[in-house]
C-alpha cells in the first residue's frame, strides 16, 4: 500500500494530573524532516520522541506539537498544614518577644513558609510515558490518513495509466498514415524537378524518412514503463523517487512522439500524453 506524504493527526487525553495534545501536521519532502515542539516541562522526551517518529515515518515535512496543562487543585479548595502553621506562628511570637516595635505577624507570610500550603506532586515520569504513548498513537492515526490518501492518489494514477494505453496502440495505428504522408508529399516533390518520379530515388529518402519517423521503440518503452508503474502501485511501500523516475521517462518517450511526429494526429496524441504524465507527476510528488 503506497502512502501520501499529506496529512494531519490529532489526539488528546485527560487525566488527574492534567491533559495532553499532540498535533502532527505532514506536507511533502525529499527527505524526512520532524519539527517539534514542546513544553519546557516535557522537554525531556524530545530524542525519545524522535527516534519514534524516524522509526514509523519514511519521508515528508512532520510538524509535531504537543500541549501540556496541569491539573489546577484551586476548585477544590487550598490544603493547608494546620500544625506546620502553628508552629511557624509560635515561633514568630517567641521571636518577635525579643524585638522592640516588632511588626504584627502577616498570615501570608506564614502560609509562604515551604510545606504549610500542601501541593499534590505530579509525577513526571509518568507525564512523560503518557505524553511517548499518546504521540505514537498520534503517529498511528497520521499513518492510516496518510493510507487513505495514498489509495486515492494509486486510483488517480492508475486512472492516468489506463487513459494512456489506449494512445499508445492509437500512436502505432497513425505511423502507416503518417509513412504514406510523407511518401506522397516526396511523390510530389520530386515531380517538381523532374517529369516523372525516380522511384528509386524515391525509396532512398523514403528509407531515410522512415527511420528518422520510427517510434516503435519509443511506444515499446512507453509500454514497458506503464507496465512498471502498475507494478510498483500494487507492491506498494516507499515508492514516490522510484515513480518520480518513471514520471521523467515517459515524459522522455512522449516528447521524442512529439518531436518526431509529421502528423496532426501524432502531435495530438503527444500533447494529449504530456498532459497525462504531468497530472501523474503532480500526484507523485505527494507519495512517500
Known amino acids: 500500500m503506497i502512502q501520501s506524504m499529506t496529512a494531519f493527526a490529532r489526539k488528546d487525553i485527560q487525566a488527574e ?35 519514534l517518529g524516524r522509526k514509523k515515518l519514511g519521508r515528508g515535512k512532520v510538524e509535531c506539537g504537543l500541549r501540556y496543562a496541569p491539573a489546577n487543585h484551586a ?44 501541593s499534590e506532586d505530579i509525577d513526571s515520569s509518568l507525564v512523560q510515558q503518557q505524553a511517548l504513548d499518546l504521540f505514537s498513537k498520534t503517529v498511528n492515526e497520521l499513518i492510516e490518513t496518510r493510507q487513505r490518501e495514498g489509495e486515492r492518489l494509486q486510483d488517480m494514477i492508475q486512472q492516468r495509466c489506463d487513459a494512456m494505453r489506449p494512445l499508445v496502440e492509437q500512436a502505432k495505428v497513425e505511423m502507416p498514415k503518417v509513412m504514406e504522408s ?16 525516380d522511384e528509386t530515388r524515391l525509396e532512398q529518402e523514403m528509407a531515410l524518412q522512415a527511420q528518422k519517423l520510427d517510434i516503435d ?31 521523467q521517462e515517459l515524459h522522455r518517450e512522449a516528447n521524442t512522439l512529439g518531436s518526431k511526429s509529421a502528423h496532426i494526429e ?8 504530456k498532459v497525462l504524465i504531468e497530472q501523474m507527476r503532480e500526484q ?4 512517500e
Open 182 to 197: 510523407v511518401r506522397q508529399k516526396l511523390r510530389e516533390r520530386l515531380e517538381e524537378f523532374l517529369e516523372q518520379a
Open 217 to 247: 521503440e519509443e511506444m515499446d518503452r512507453l509500454t514497458t514503463h506503464l507496465d512498471e508503474v502498475e507494478r510498483i502501485l500494487k507492491k506498494g511501500g516507499a515508492v514516490g523517487r522510484r515513480l518520480d523516475f518513471l514520471m
Open 266 to 273: 501524432t502531435t495530438r496524441i503527444s500533447v494529449e500524453m
Open 284 to 287: 507523485v510528488q505527494n507519495i
Open 75 to 118: 476548585a477544590s479548595g487550598v490544603e493547608v498544614n494546620e500544625e506546620l502553621a502553628k508552629q511557624v506562628a509560635d515561633a514568630a511570637k517567641r521571636v518577635a518577644h525579643h524585638m522592640d516595635n516588632a511588626a504584627r505577624i502577616d498570615p501570608m507570610e506564614i502560609l509562604s513558609w515551604p510545606g504549610v500550603i500542601q
Open 17 to 51: 494530573w492534567g491533559s495532553l495534545a499532540w498535533e502532527i501536521r505532514a506536507v511533502n519532502h525529499r527527505y524526512l524532516e520532524l519539527f517539534l515542539r514542546l513544553p519546557e516541562d516535557l522537554r525531556a522526551i524530545e530524542n525519545k520522541v524522535r527516534e
